[in-house]
């Protein structure tokens, strides 16, 4: 299992984090994303972050704004997002990829599994 927590309401420019507790799975053999989805449009990713968390990939609409960590030995990967926008509104998903997709498939969302999302609220 996948549980996603730490969304809520933020004023733009503000910040939160996200983490995601896995349970079930051996968390440590997984490549680990993040996804989005605003209301009316599709699901979306933001980021992405491999196994041994010594390479991660963001979208270009959230590059240099979040930042996808990871932290095996406690089950639990993590969402900074920084200097949030209303345009980052949307339900945020965490996931675990297929283990021999490559970047692309991930980014396409190539998931083995998927947790329950969280809400994020950018105020204007």
């Known amino acids: 299992q996948l549980q996603a927590s730490g969304g809520g309401l933020v004023e733009s420019g503000g910040s939160l984090t996200l983490s995601c507790v896995v349970s079930g799975i051996n968390l440590s053999i997984y490549p680990m994303g993040w996804f989005r989805q605003a209301p009316g449009k599709e699901r979306e990713f933001a980021a992405t972050?491999?196994?041994?968390?010594?390479?991660?990939y963001y979208a270009d609409s959230v590059k240099g704004r979040f930042t996808i960590t990871r932290d095996n030995a406690k089950g639990t990967i993590y969402l900074q997002m920084n200097s949030l926008k209303p345009e980052d509104t949307a339900v945020y998903y965490c996931?675990?990829?297929?283990?021999?997709?490559?970047?692309?498939?991930?980014?396409?969302?190539?998931?083995?599994?998927w947790g329950k999302g969280t809400q994020v609220t950018v105020s204007s």
């Open positions: 996931a675990a990829g297929k283990r021999y997709a490559t970047g692309p498939q991930l980014r396409r969302g190539a998931m083995d599994y």
């Open positions: 972050i491999t196994w041994k968390g010594s390479g991660t």
